[in-house]
């Protein structure tokens, strides 16, 4: 009963201890109070606040500090933040707004699924992409493709990457914010990061000779040049066996033909 | 003990980091580039200093008169943790230049295992006030030591070819121990040495 009473002392005179010491903090926070800097505070409430990293400060109120203190005159770094908050600062800051330089986002560029694509064994280890990209770089034939493990599905900040159901992964343009830590994280590096108001995508990256690629995957690039050859004005330009859409000029007509005449249709409509 | 003593065997021979393991998180977290790694280290000697000192004083003023010393490491994380809170702002308030040195450190060491580490081992050794900030001095310094020296190893790793698997922490705390075991050749004979032959 004793060592009862004892331990309940304790804690007593702990907690009136502790509340003692916390309001001591609470005047001294109010007594000490900064004024900080209002033009810093503005720019922060712009800013998204996912402290991504993207525009290469460790946050998003440094960012907003070095903007105000005129060391970062470059308003366009913040690319979750997109146009609406380049313009914000730009506004805030009353400096010239460069060229609204088009949004990027990340892609899946393969479309090898269950169904198209072979596997050379069953893996059966720990999901994840890493994982199984150290057994012989994964279970696909194709070594470029997607593993369909989900290590990018872990990585989003935002959710945007969801499982299809047949061995593959889909991005949702309209939930990512371009912070590419899906391109850095997956092994395979089938994440590309293409303009968000492209209409048009090469889903492939297999740079195997064409009749490997046509052996392990129905819709790969068989880099047959069709694109590049028929289709003078469509901006695809075929290198290493892979098609690469090229998106500064480019004629939609053409591009649009050019899918429809792709072999293995693995040029898609966005 | 003497003064001599107690700085070189909190700084060398017992060193926080490479020979106790105490303050780990941020000696892999904050070791990345030797700018950083100084102000951290600035920021936890200072803070080191001042966190002896004053547990040093609720030891001897509070918990030993009140019979009450079980209370000890509760109360000390209590006092540590309101003192660092209390210095961040009144650095903030009335030095701007030294917070922007030491600011963002200083909360990622409110509850530093390091801090509280050597406040209570001085109160264990039974050290006086002016023993007891020198402790807490020194092993601030031998923190900004073993810091100072992993970022050292880490910006020359940096253009190493690591092998995959084996980058970021895991490198790093395979560096840290080596570095633990140079550090082995400190020990309390080479102190008795050095004292005896001054």
Known sequence: ?270 | MTYVGIIITYTFISNLVLSQFLGLCPFIGVSKNSESAVGMGLAVTFVMSLASLISWALEYFILVPLDIEFLRTVTFILVIATLVQLVEMAVRKYSPPLYQALGIYLPLITTNCGVLGIALISVNRNFDAAESFLAGFSAGLGFLMALLFMSGIRERLDTEKVPKYLRGAPITFISGGLMALAFMAFDTALLTNLLRSS
């Open chain 1, 1 to 270: 009963m004793e060592n009862l009473l004892q331990v309940l002392y304790a804690f007593i005179s702990t907690s009136v201890f502790a509340i003692f010491l916390g309001a001591g903090l609470a005047v001294a926070s109010r007594k000490l109070k900064v004024k900080s800097d209002e033009k810093v505070e503005t720019l922060i409430s712009v800013l998204p606040g996912l402290n991504c990293g993207v525009c290469s400060y460790s946050s998003c109120e440094s960012y907003a500090r070095a903007m105000a203190s005129k060391t970062e005159t470059d308003v366009s770094r913040c690319s979750p933040g997109g146009y609406d908050t380049q313009n914000a600062l730009a506004k805030l800051l009353d400096v010239e707004n460069g060229e609204n330089s088009s949004r990027m986002i990340a892609r899946l560029a393969c479309l090898g699924d269950n169904k198209a694509a072979k596997r050379e064994f069953t893996y059966l280890g720990y999901p994840d992409c890493e994982s199984a990209h150290i057994q012989f770089h994964g279970d696909k034939g194709c070594k470029y493709g997607c593993l369909g493990l989900g290590s990018c599905v872990k990585s989003c900040p935002v959710d945007a990457i969801r499982y299809t159901g047949t061995g593959l992964v889909k991005v949702n343009p309209e939930l990512c914010i371009g912070c590419e830590i899906c391109v850095a994280v997956c092994p395979t590096g089938v994440m590309v990061m293409i303009p968000k108001d492209a209409k048009w995508f090469v889903a492939c990256k297999s740079k195997d000779s064409p009749k490997l690629t046509k052996n392990l995957c129905r819709t790969g690039c068989i880099g047959c040049r069709i694109c590049e050859r028929k289709f003078l004005n469509s901006g695809f330009v075929v290198s290493d066996n892979l098609s690469m859409l090229s998106y500064n000029d480019a004629d939609e007509e053409d591009q649009r033909a050019a899918s429809a005449a792709c072999p293995p249709k693995c040029i898609i409509n966005l």
